[in-house]
């Protein structure tokens, strides 16, 4: 046994739906050692320690279901695997994150658990299971451990790795109406949708929004000059080059006046409320720095507004509020800025505060010192001293603005051709039109911050993020192509592959990761084993796929998690003898079921799982859909098909040698299974399987009939690029079957004589070899670098076979 220790044996990221749920999860495989021995209760302190250092556990429910329930099991005597689970939870969630989904179970191993935690970022959460880690052992050992700096190393790597406020929360919007997300690269750029139906945001801005508009937007005055052309109203303004022309422009307008830069942004270097030659050339000196140029305009009274247009219609507005100190005679304005400003807890430096610290800039001393007062400066008892005209835009007025307010800014939007526009506004009282108080549009900007609406300082927050997916997709749009997952034990290649084929002629044009490699219609993009989380995520971020077709084993579904949130049609071909049986901790065939489910569980209920009636396993996994459910097997007499049919359901089996389709009591003859090459005259048995599977999925796709039977009595798998699949051939009266060679790691299955390919009754496999069908009985033979399994019409055990027709095709042959 160990010493009592914590060891991370492994780190499996599932980033995608697995056996423990349909989100993104971390498994850890974690050695406690001698640590088995040693259940919470039994260390002194221990409860106490923990408890202290993380009072949120309180909130853990766990498996009493209670608030509390986690801290009550740790009183009881919990182990440590358990323990890690909850520490890394409440971790997460002081970073900022959601707790969300954990487990902890045993293996088969003693003292070896897999510790499962929801992954909302994977990076946030492999470092919040290492500190969790160190956290635990501190507790146990009775060592110091400093919580506060653990917590803030974990924020800050939230905050450098998680999507910024306003991109999360049209991605949680999105999420509500069950519209898959992909997070493209480590920035906010995130894909709504899959293949040819998706959509792109990049923080507020979409794939709509062009780049004309955007390029407009930054361009004050060019903005101004289209508003005012359509009639939005404007501040009256010219462009200066120099202090004195902003000088000269200032006369001209009439004063008071606004200096800003011409392309700036976020409120950086404008100044308002200018009415003197001073003022106007130091702000000048200021605005020039902060852009391409600089702009004089009228000053508009008033407070500053930020209205928020999608898809032409206004969701939100909020106002800004000037920020005042009141002297106390006392302390300095500096002093006060910080006590009776900056001390709101509202008010911070990260984009979870909804107002800005307030610093003295530039704008800020020009402010002060048109009041005769500087930052040191102590102002007398009952003063009040302005600060800041503009900003703290973050006060919701949403339904006072006036209807014919929102129609202005509207306009605005759609003159720059902006589809999400942050419309700046500058009037005495939102609730009265523009033209009566001599109010104005002043700016028209691309990708608008989000955090003024989501939350506000005060007022309502706004469901801006579902403005913003329902702009991207209507009501009846989820943006999702039809994918079809296949998993199993055997033939999930060779179903795939003809599925993909039978969308192809159905006119969508298909993407195909399996086995055999990585597919774009006909054209093999990339040889190799593409069926992975991998293969499948690249053919779902591709603009061009119509339709996916993705290959999951055990393996992937174990170790990676499916590519894909949900699917369109879910298939599970069989069970029978389970491959990858000991990886994962994976000991016997019946735990295959928990594994193969994961496929049926992420079915859309408007989806279909197309699962095997012949075997009980997969047949079983029929109540776990959330769709419709539609058998396939050979054999109609099944009593998982009669029952089906009975309730009025479908399935795909073979009646009097030919395919059938059949809803309750109507019956649809396809084709004769002795028509469909891939299953060689239908001698191939579990050809026939694959193909009624493909048949049934196609089916559940709604390809038309006619087409489903052009395709198969067309289609012959290529064997040139598909390891381990059969062809057939006929020579002198015997009938060939052969396989390609395999990779070292398709071994094993050969071996098993209770797989299709297990004939070589636990031969070792060295090039490929040949199965000659003459009659009845069967000899193995090796041939050199082949091997023949010849079966013929004499007695049992003689071994007759045509060695003329074996020397002539491998030049020989040895007895085996």
Request: hydrophobic letters at 40%; proline letters at 5%; glycine letters at 10%.
């Amino acid at each position: 046994m160990k010493d009592k220790d914590i060891e991370f044996l492994d780190v499996v990221a599932l980033r995608g739906p697995n056996i423990w749920t349909y989100r993104p999860v971390l498994e850890a495989w974690v050695d406690i050692g001698a640590l088995e021995d040693c259940p919470s209760n039994t260390i002194p302190g221990f409860y106490e320690r923990l408890s202290g250092w993380l009072p949120g556990l309180i909130e853990h429910r766990c498996s009493p279901g209670v608030r509390g329930g986690f801290l009550q099991r740790l009183r009881e005597g919990t182990w440590p695997g358990h323990i890690l689970e909850h520490v890394t939870l409440e971790l997460q969630t002081l970073s900022g994150l959601p707790g969300g989904f954990g487990k902890a179970r045993e293996t088969s191993r003693r003292g070896v658990y897999k510790v499962v935690v929801r992954a909302w970022q994977e990076q946030v959460t492999r470092a919040a299971l290492a500190e969790a880690r160190d956290l635990v052992m501190a507790a146990i050992e009775d060592r110091p451990f400093d919580v506060p700096a653990t917590v803030a190393r974990l924020r800050d790597l939230a905050d450098r790795h998680c999507l910024g406020p306003s991109t999360a929360c049209i991605v949680d919007a999105a999420d509500d109406r069950d519209i898959p997300c992909i997070r493209l690269f480590e920035g906010n750029l995130v894909q709504f949708g899959y293949g040819a139906r998706q959509r792109r945001i990049w923080t507020a801005e979409t794939d709509r929004t062009s780049a004309i508009a955007e390029g407009i937007s930054r361009d004050k005055n060019l903005t101004k000059a289209l508003l005012s052309e359509c009639g939005v109203p404007v501040p009256e303004g010219q462009q200066a080059d120099s202090p004195q022309a902003a000088w000269e422009a200032a006369q001209d307008i009439g004063l008071p006046v606004v200096v800003k830069p011409r392309d700036g942004n976020h409120g950086r270097g404008v100044f308002t409320n200018l009415s003197n030659q001073a003022d106007i050339e130091s702000a000048y000196a200021v605005a020039v720095d902060e852009g391409s140029g600089v702009l004089v305009e009228r000053f508009v009274p008033g407070n500053e507004h930020r209205l928020l247009v999608v898809g032409n219609r206004l969701v939100a507005a909020a106002a800004g509020e000037p920020a005042w100190i009141i002297g106390d005679g006392q302390a300095s304005v500096s002093q006060l800025i910080e006590s009776q400003i900056n001390s709101d807890p509202r008010r911070g430096r990260t984009e979870n505060h909804p107002l800005n610290v307030v610093r003295l800039d530039s704008a800020a001393r020009l402010e002060l010192s048109r009041q005769s007062l500087s930052a040191d400066s102590v102002p007398a008892a009952g003063r009040r001293v302005l600060i800041q005209r503009s900003g703290n835009v973050a006060f919701d007025v949403t339904d006072r603005v006036h209807p014919d307010t929102a129609a202005t800014v509207v306009l605005a939007a759609q003159v720059v051709g902006l589809d999400v526009a942050g419309v700046d506004l500058v009037a005495e009282d939102i609730s009265r039109p523009l033209a009566g108080q001599r109010g104005a549009i002043v700016e028209v900007n691309a990708g608008p911050g989000l955090l003024m609406h989501l939350k506000p300082a005060s007022g309502t927050p706004r469901p801006v993020g579902r403005a913003i997916v329902d702009h991207l997709f209507p009501a009846d749009d989820d943006g999702r192509i039809p994918v079809v997952g296949i998993t199993g034990t055997n033939g999930k290649t060779v179903v795939a592959r003809l599925v993909a084929r039978l969308l192809e002629l159905a006119g969508r044009h298909t993407g195909l990761a399996c086995s055999a490699g990585l597919y774009l219609g006909a054209r093999q993009v990339e040889a190799g084993n593409h069926a992975d989380w991998t293969g499948g995520r690249r053919l779902l971020m591709n603009r061009s796929v119509e339709a996916a077709v993705i290959e999951n084993d055990s393996a992937v579904i174990l170790g990676q998690g499916l590519a894909y949130d949900r699917c369109q049609v879910g298939v599970v071909t069989n069970i029978d003898h389970g491959d990858h049986l000991g990886d994962f901790d994976i000991q016997d065939t019946d735990r295959l079921v928990d594994v193969f489910r994961s496929q049926v569980d992420v079915v859309l209920p408007g989806g279909m799982a197309v699962l095997n009636a012949r075997d009980p396993l997969v047949a079983g996994m029929a109540p776990l859909c959330d769709g419709e459910v539609l058998f396939f097997a050979c054999d109609p007499a099944l009593p998982a098909i009669a029952e089906h049919l009975a309730q009025g359901r479908r399935a795909v089996f073979v009646r009097e040698g030919a395919i059938v389709l059949a809803s309750g009591r109507d019956e649809t003859r396809l084709a004769a299974i002795a028509d469909v090459p891939l299953t060689h005259g239908g001698r191939i048995g579990f050809q026939v399987e694959n193909v009624l599977a493909a048949v049934a999925t196609a089916w559940a796709l709604d390809i038309g009939v006619a087409i489903i039977r052009a395709g198969i009595e067309a289609y012959d798998i290529d064997q040139a690029d598909a390891p381990g699949q059969f062809t057939l051939f006929e020579r002198a009266g015997a009938t060939v079957v052969s396989v390609n060679p395999l990779p070292e790691a398709g071994l094993e299955r050969f071996k098993n004589p209770q797989t299709p390919q297990g004939m070589l009754k636990g031969a070792a496999l060295t090039d490929l070899f040949l199965q000659i069908r003459i009659g009845g009985d069967q000899a193995l033979f090796r041939l050199h670098n082949k091997l023949i399994l010849a079966e013929h019409d004499s007695a049992p055990g003689s071994g007759a076979v045509d060695e003329e027709f074996i020397r002539e095709h491998t030049h020989g042959y040895e007895e085996f």
